[in-house]
């Protein structure tokens, strides 16, 4: 197997993110969003830090971010997690090696809690989450709609 390197993501990743990121989209078991943003749109949504892509052969496989969980101070050291990885590359360790990163990411900027809302059709990801010591601590039932249909998501958290 090639060797994953994981970096801090740089802006002119951008293009690469963001494909894979459709692909999440495309797929329906990733996110409820039915358009990937331009960079400002989602750059302004995410942390300045844990922006993270692995690379297999310097080509970028995947990649990871964090959003705050809220605007409000008491809230500062919680953060949720977001990680797509290409299809082509499933399977190969990448979301293991994004992931393994983002935690020590967290620990370094004092997040004392990382959450993850995931469809529970999305089973690759929920055991990614577990592999890491998140665990569901509820189900939101019904809680949007993707292309007309009604989703659950599991909420899943990890403390630090």
Not at 137 to 155: H, M, P, S, T, Y
């Amino acid at each position: 197997m090639k060797s994953v390197q994981v970096r801090e993501f740089v802006k002119s990743d951008w293009e690469r993110v963001r494909d894979i990121y459709k692909m999440g989209i495309d797929g329906e078991n990733a996110t409820f969003e039915t358009d990937a943003p331009d960079w400002e749109h989602w750059s302004k949504s995410k942390l300045t830090y844990g922006r993270l892509v692995a690379e297999i052969e310097e080509k970028i496989a995947g990649w990871v971010a964090l959003s705050p969980y809220s605007s409000r101070q008491v809230y500062k050291g919680v953060v949720e997690v977001g990680i797509y990885v290409d299809p082509d590359f499933q399977g190969k360790g990448i979301g293991s090696a994004l992931l393994e990163n983002e935690l020590s990411v967290c620990e370094k900027e004092a997040v004392w809690t990382v959450q993850a809302s995931i469809f529970p059709e999305n089973a690759a990801s929920l055991a990614l989450h577990q592999k890491y010591g998140f665990r569901v601590v509820g189900r939101r039932e019904r809680i949007a709609q993707l292309n007309g249909k009604w989703r659950d998501v599991l909420l899943m958290e990890k403390r630090l």
